[in-house]
């Protein structure tokens, strides 16, 4: 069935290091893959996406890079903060036979900014 | 900017009762989702609509059911709850635009329910 692989699941850093967070999907018609945020006891929150006829999107210290070829897509933080520890969500999205979205999310990432 | 709204967010219930989580989407916004997400699990998808018709269906099981209003809020009933149903259930929302342009959706803050 399809899914989407998230590694790895937890991930600690030093302030101002770079963490990486790579996902893997199945679905090769998957179009659109956004990366959520979560902290705890609340929502996701999306903090970037990217689009299947992009390669890579960059806003401040974030950054995601898509290989349609190898279906990777990966989020990279550079400059890491205490405040960016959280649980990230990477997700791998093609419209449905009904034209909604259908989700399939990565299994998350704890990640830990050391300070 | 307004966001997706969930009530309420804390409910306790015992086993064999039913629960109702009301969602209310950001405005303009037509298409509601659902999801479960269990303790250091990431968000399984339980249901969609689409201007009150349900649109996809996951991993809701036959106990829950949900509706879309033509306010386009949603509610979540779900009965017979076991001490398995514990978990935080999203709603999340979406505006639908063409096909295949990708769509985002935003998450609410979440509805804790606890079975006890």
């Known amino acids: 069935g399809e899914n989407v692989e998230q590694h790895p699941s937890t991930l600690s850093v030093q302030e101002g290091d770079s963490a990486v967070i790579k996902c893997t999907y199945s679905d090769s018609a998957s179009n659109y893959f956004p990366w959520y945020k979560q902290e705890l006891g609340k929502g996701p929150q999306l903090i970037i996406d990217?689009?299947?006829?992009?390669g890579e999107k960059k806003d401040q210290r974030i950054a995601v890079t898509l290989n349609k070829t190898a279906k990777h897509f990966s989020l990279h933080i550079t400059e890491t903060q205490p405040e960016d520890s959280a649980v990230y969500f990477c997700?791998?999205?093609?419209?449905?036979?009904?034209?909604?979205?259908?989700?399939?999310f990565g299994t998350g990432t704890r990640l830990k900014v050391l300070a | 900017a307004a966001g997706v709204i969930q009530s309420p967010r804390h409910l306790i219930k015992e086993k064999r009762e039913t629960a109702t989580l009301k969602c209310y989407p950001i405005p303009r916004h037509d298409t509601v989702y659902w999801y479960q997400q269990g303790p250091g699990q990431d968000p399984q998808f339980l249901i969609s609509?689409?201007?009150?018709?349900?649109?996809d269906k996951g991993s809701i099981p036959d106990r829950f059911s949900a509706q879309q209003f033509s306010d386009y809020h949603s509610e979540l009933n779900m009965s017979s709850l076991e001490l398995g149903d514990s978990a935080l259930y999203f709603c999340?929302?979406?505006?639908?635009?063409?096909?295949?342009?990708?769509?985002?959706?935003?998450f609410g803050e979440g509805s804790w329910l606890t079975v006890v």
């Open positions: 609509f689409y201007v009150k018709m349900q649109s």
């Open positions: 990217i689009r299947s006829n992009v």
């Open positions: 997700a791998a999205s093609k419209s449905s036979d009904s034209g909604t979205y259908k989700y399939i």
């Open positions: 999340a929302s979406s505006f639908r635009r063409g096909r295949n342009s990708g769509n985002t959706i935003y």
